[in-house]
């Protein structure tokens, strides 16, 4: 795009050359159509006999990919239908040996479309298909015979024949082998697909060879071996090349596992995958992955719990033009830590993850939906009638919420070294000291309580190396591409009394993004105040207090730029009657100051708010508040920081109410009624009602 600022993308035009166009892109736009799905099926289960059973099933479809007309309807409607025959047979009752054979027809007419995936994800794959497959008549045979016993012994033939209307022929042989015997554990498959498609030919492979033993003299461990491969040449018989479609890759795995009836596991395993390519008549091996994972599960004691999977991978690179892929080293592992100390004491858990991939950069548009549906709103501060991405602020009012925030990946990508580091402690003196009889420290100690917690995600620029502390980097730093932390500490006084309590918050929010015009960063800390008391059963006070700090910065809009400090107090006098009657009133003064680097905004604000909710007769309720506020600020209004520092109304006097009716319909229906206004400074009045029907569950 030419101006990163754009609401969207913006596209220049090219003029053809010789009469051949020279862009990428048309002014067109699809048009989505109403569509019709209708599905109808009918399945038929009966039993022949104890052990022989027969099931149908036939479904018809009808699809109109545009009901407003009546062109291509004849082929809306598709058949498909299904038959199947099992039957069990008794060899040997004294050691449960267990004869199955299935007999299965399907047929699909081309027409049918089924609501959801009809094949398996591997399905194409299997049957040397292509990933986007155009519709066609299809008919499946299908043959399997199981023989197995009561020790889970088991041996599976199974024959497919695939027929597809544009010439494709498959036939598909499949044998399964399972066994258990005096700690050994064999489960072996084969599959081998040959397929015609007209023009091209091939063969699928899929062998998988497990083998492992239970080692009785080290309390059980398991070790075990595994070889898998899969590989599909599909050739041009014309050329006798192979085709884009084939491919190869084999994969040798050792591991070492515990005993998994303990509760305590561990395991490791190593396994190492081979890629081939198709270069013209053969397949040509490009990379080999080797890779370590380490697993770990403690749960024997149910106080403190741990829990680890970490994988290493290096990537060996062989023939760099038919790879595409880059000699690498990457980690990734997540490691959990559970407590429950001292009787509920202490309790927290500790979650770290590391990682390295590629981070995608991403792009953003605003979409407008119907006013109140949104989250944001678009605020022209230049005036010239056309939305750039820095007049969108959080909408504060619902009439204005009209647009929502899309983001779209690009492909634009950066390699990245990730990290999350979580923690959360409780601390809970009330748990052992408990009591009438306490005294003094104790009785002092037992009325406080503490809850700690951070969050940290980060990504940053991958420099040759893995990233392990969470801690590196300010969000100033330019390695840094993705970064969000979130540090909440609470201290409580008297949280579990009736009567009175206080508690004291410090939330501090970071957060740093990578967007496709630069980077974004946002600070937030706060410390907050709130004490309660309950005067008595009819009348309480509560107050709440804040000091606190919020910015924002991204270099590519100037005009966004602001760091805030804030202070405010609000207290609140509330009245109760019962269960019919709540009256709540409060003064709330609020002082917010910009950073005289940003522009030294200054705004005060004085509000006085009244709000009550009366229930009538347990089935309806009405509700009203009203708020009177008086803003003092000398700036210009029509900027992004006099939105974020005004709360979205004016500099002057504010007046904002509301009245909301609701109604309980029998026992799952609620009726709303709600109705909002508001006159801000000097502007115009605005009035905004709504009504809804809520079905509860």
Same mark, same amino acid.
């Given at each position: 795009?030419?101006?990163?600022?754009?609401? +969207?993308?913006?596209?220049?035009?090219?003029?053809?050359?010789?009469?051949?166009?020279?862009?990428?892109?048309?002014?067109?736009?699809?048009?989505?159509?109403?569509?019709?799905?209708?599905?109808?099926?009918?399945?038929?289960?009966?039993?022949?006999?104890?052990?022989?059973?027969?099931?149908?099933?036939?479904?018809?479809?009808?699809?109109?990919?545009?009901?407003?007309?009546?062109?291509?309807?004849?082929?809306?409607?598709?058949?498909? +239908?299904? $038959?199947?025959?099992?039957?069990?047979?008794?060899?040997?009752? *004294?050691?449960?040996?267990?004869?199955?054979?299935?007999?299965?027809?399907?047929?699909?007419?081309?027409?049918?479309?089924?609501?959801?995936?009809?094949?398996?994800?591997?399905?194409?794959?299997?049957?040397?298909?292509?990933?986007?497959?155009?519709?066609?008549?299809?008919?499946?045979?299908?043959?399997?015979?199981?023989?197995?016993?009561?020790?889970?012994? *088991?041996?599976?033939?199974?024959?497919?024949?695939?027929?597809?209307?544009?010439?494709?022929?498959?036939?598909?042989?499949?044998?399964?082998?399972?066994?258990?015997?005096?700690?050994?554990?064999?489960?072996?498959?084969?599959?081998?697909?040959?397929?015609?498609?007209?023009?091209?030919?091939?063969?699928?492979?899929?062998?998988?060879?497990?083998?492992?033993?239970?080692?009785?003299?080290?309390?059980?461990?398991?070790? +075990?071996?595994?070889?898998?491969?899969?590989?599909?040449?599909?050739?041009?018989?014309?050329?006798?090349?192979?085709?884009?479609?084939?491919?190869?890759?084999?994969?040798?795995?050792?591991?070492?596992?515990?005993?998994?009836?303990?509760?305590?596991?561990?395991?490791?395993?190593?396994?190492?995958?081979?890629?081939?390519?198709?270069?013209?008549?053969?397949?040509?091996?490009?990379?080999?992955?080797?890779?370590?994972?380490?697993?770990?599960?403690?749960?024997?004691?149910?106080?403190?719990?741990?829990?680890?999977?970490?994988?290493?991978?290096?990537?060996?690179? /062989?023939?760099?033009?038919?790879?595409?892929?880059?000699?690498?080293?990457?980690?990734?592992?997540?490691?959990?830590?559970?407590?429950?100390?001292?009787?509920?004491? %202490?309790?927290?858990?500790?979650?770290?993850?590391?990682?390295?991939?590629?981070?995608?950069?991403?792009?953003? *548009?605003?979409?407008?939906?119907?006013?109140?549906?949104?989250?944001?709103?678009?605020?022209? /501060?230049?005036?010239?009638?056309?939305?750039?991405?820095?007049?969108?602020?959080?909408?504060?009012?619902?009439?204005?919420?009209?647009?929502?925030?899309? $983001?779209?990946?690009?492909?634009?990508?950066?390699?990245?070294?990730?990290?999350?580091?979580?923690?959360?402690?409780?601390?809970?003196?009330?748990?052992?000291?408990?009591?009438?009889?306490?005294?003094?420290?104790?009785?002092?100690?037992?009325?406080?309580?503490?809850?700690?917690?951070?969050?940290?995600?980060?990504?940053?620029? *991958?420099?040759?190396?893995?990233?392990?502390?969470?801690?590196?980097?300010?969000?100033?730093?330019?390695?840094?591409?993705?970064?969000?932390? %979130?540090?909440?500490?609470?201290?409580?006084?008297?949280? $579990?009394?009736?009567?009175?309590?206080?508690?004291?918050?410090?939330?501090?929010?970071?957060?740093?993004?990578?967007?496709?015009?630069?980077?974004?960063?946002?600070?937030?800390?706060?410390?907050?105040?709130? +004490?309660?008391?309950?005067?008595?059963?009819?009348? !309480?006070?509560?107050?709440?207090?804040?000091?606190?700090?919020?910015?924002? $910065?991204?270099?590519?809009?100037?005009?966004?730029?602001?760091?805030?400090?804030?202070?405010?107090?609000?207290?609140?006098?509330?009245?109760?009657?019962?269960?019919?009657?709540?009256?709540?009133?409060?003064?709330?003064?609020?002082?917010?100051?910009?950073?005289?680097?940003?522009?030294?905004?200054?705004?005060?604000?004085?509000?006085?708010?009244?709000?009550?909710?009366?229930?009538?007769?347990?089935? !309806?309720?009405?509700?009203?508040?009203?708020?009177?506020?008086?803003?003092?600020?000398?700036?210009?209004?029509?900027?992004?920081?006099?939105?974020?520092?005004?709360?979205?109304?004016?500099?002057?006097?504010?007046?904002?109410?509301?009245?909301?009716?609701?109604?309980? %319909?029998?026992?799952?229906?609620?009726?709303?009624?709600?109705?909002?206004?508001?006159?801000?400074?000097?502007?115009?009045?605005?009035?905004?009602?709504?009504?809804?029907?809520?079905?509860?569950?």
């Amino acid at each position: 795009p030419d101006f990163n600022g754009a609401n +969207g993308k913006v596209f220049r035009y090219v003029a053809p050359v010789a009469g051949i166009k020279q862009g990428q892109y048309e002014p067109v736009q699809i048009l989505v159509t109403p569509k019709k799905q209708q599905i109808l099926n009918l399945g038929i289960d009966y039993a022949l006999s104890k052990n022989t059973v027969i099931k149908t099933e036939v479904a018809t479809s009808n699809s109109d990919v545009n009901t407003f007309s009546s062109k291509g309807n004849g082929d809306d409607r598709g058949w498909a +239908g299904k $038959f199947q025959l099992n039957n069990d047979k008794i060899l040997q009752a *004294a050691r449960g040996l267990l004869l199955n054979t299935l007999l299965d027809y399907e047929y699909v007419q081309r027409k049918f479309k089924p609501l959801e995936r009809l094949r398996n994800v591997e399905f194409s794959r299997d049957w040397g298909l292509p990933f986007i497959l155009q519709p066609a008549d299809e008919s499946i045979i299908r043959m399997t015979t199981s023989l197995r016993d009561k020790r889970n012994h *088991a041996l599976t033939y199974g024959f497919i024949n695939y027929n597809r209307s544009d010439n494709y022929k498959g036939f598909q042989n499949t044998l399964l082998h399972i066994a258990d015997w005096k700690g050994w554990q064999v489960n072996n498959q084969l599959i081998i697909t040959n397929f015609d498609t007209g023009n091209d030919k091939g063969t699928f492979w899929r062998p998988v060879i497990d083998i492992s033993k239970q080692l009785k003299q080290i309390k059980n461990w398991r070790l +075990g071996v595994k070889y898998a491969l899969e590989q599909s040449e599909a050739r041009n018989k014309a050329a006798d090349t192979l085709t884009p479609l084939a491919f190869s890759f084999d994969t040798y795995t050792a591991y070492l596992r515990s005993d998994e009836a303990k509760k305590n596991r561990y395991g490791i395993t190593f396994f190492t995958r081979s890629d081939k390519y198709p270069v013209n008549k053969n397949l040509v091996r490009g990379d080999r992955s080797l890779n370590l994972n380490l697993q770990t599960e403690l749960l024997a004691n149910p106080k403190r719990q741990f829990f680890l999977n970490t994988t290493f991978r290096r990537l060996k690179v /062989y023939n760099e033009v038919v790879s595409k892929q880059k000699e690498d080293e990457t980690i990734l592992g997540r490691a959990e830590y559970v407590m429950n100390e001292w009787k509920g004491l %202490l309790n927290g858990n500790v979650l770290y993850e590391v990682g390295a991939g590629q981070e995608q950069r991403r792009d953003f *548009a605003y979409l407008e939906v119907p006013a109140g549906t949104g989250q944001f709103a678009w605020i022209d /501060y230049n005036n010239d009638s056309v939305q750039q991405l820095n007049e969108f602020e959080l909408a504060a009012f619902i009439d204005q919420a009209k647009f929502i925030r899309v $983001f779209t990946p690009t492909n634009e990508f950066i390699k990245a070294n990730f990290i999350t580091f979580n923690y959360s402690l409780n601390i809970n003196p009330r748990a052992l000291l408990a009591g009438p009889d306490l005294k003094g420290m104790r009785k002092l100690l037992s009325k406080f309580n503490l809850v700690t917690s951070l969050q940290i995600s980060k990504k940053s620029v *991958a420099k040759g190396s893995f990233e392990f502390n969470p801690f590196k980097y300010g969000v100033n730093d330019t390695a840094l591409v993705t970064l969000n932390t %979130l540090l909440l500490n609470t201290v409580s006084y008297n949280r $579990f009394h009736s009567k009175w309590g206080f508690d004291i918050s410090n939330l501090r929010n970071n957060g740093k993004s990578l967007l496709t015009y630069g980077y974004e960063s946002r600070k937030l800390n706060d410390w907050l105040l709130k +004490g309660r008391w309950n005067i008595s059963r009819t009348f !309480s006070l509560t107050v709440n207090g804040k000091k606190g700090l919020n910015g924002l $910065f991204t270099p590519q809009f100037a005009n966004r730029n602001y760091q805030l400090t804030v202070y405010s107090i609000e207290p609140f006098l509330t009245f109760i009657r019962g269960t019919s009657l709540r009256v709540v009133t409060s003064y709330k003064f609020d002082s917010k100051k910009n950073l005289p680097l940003y522009g030294g905004e200054k705004s005060s604000s004085h509000a006085v708010n009244i709000e009550s909710k009366y229930n009538i007769l347990q089935s !309806s309720s009405l509700n009203g508040k009203f708020t009177f506020n008086n803003i003092s600020y000398a700036f210009p209004a029509n900027t992004t920081v006099s939105y974020i520092m005004l709360d979205g109304l004016l500099p002057g006097k504010n007046y904002l109410w509301s009245l909301g009716f609701s109604k309980r %319909l029998l026992n799952n229906l609620e009726l709303n009624f709600q109705y909002d206004g508001r006159k801000a400074g000097t502007s115009k009045t605005v009035h905004i009602g709504r009504a809804a029907i809520t079905a509860l569950f």
